[in-house]
């Protein structure tokens, strides 16, 4: 990243140092770097595969079928996307947006509004 690109972001010196400097995605270090920008706040990340996802990358089509990959053949949803899809199933079913968890007495609690800005809301 050169200074031109850094302008085109709205990145100061410092963030354009941590993009020129960071750890691109290989075997060895097991991770990326990334800036990442959200509401005007930049931050620096590590970038990690699941291994599910590692399984997609190191596939060698040349040596692997891909049926071997997760997600593809007959049994290729997991008994845990199967629950949350019929827990969904549910709720659509019955008109709530409960969850189970949540009905049960779990610690899980519903998100309260905090009150917070509402700046680039449009209401009226």
């Known amino acids: ?6 302008d085109e972001f709205g990145l100061n010196y410092a963030q354009m140092r941590f993009v020129q400097d960071a750890v691109p995605g290989n ?4 991770f ?11 931050r620096g ?3 990690k595969a699941m291994p599910k996802e590692k399984q997609v990358i190191d596939f060698d089509p040349t040596s692997q079928v891909r049926s071997s990959l997760p997600g593809a053949g007959d049994e290729a949803v997991d008994t845990e996307m199967q629950e949350f899809q019929e827990a969904l199933d549910h709720r659509a079913t019955n008109g ?9 007495g779990s610690d899980a609690v519903e998100a309260e509004p905090d009150g917070g800005s509402t700046e680039g809301t449009n209401d009226g």
Do not use: F, P, R, Y
């Open 1 to 6: 990243m050169d200074e031109e690109w850094a």
């Open 27 to 30: 075997e060895d270090a097991g």
């Open 32 to 42: 990326s770097e990334a800036l990442v920008g959200v509401d005007g706040e930049w």
């Open 45 to 47: 990340i590590q970038v």
């Open 96 to 104: 709530t947006n409960e969850t189970s968890e949540l009905s049960e």
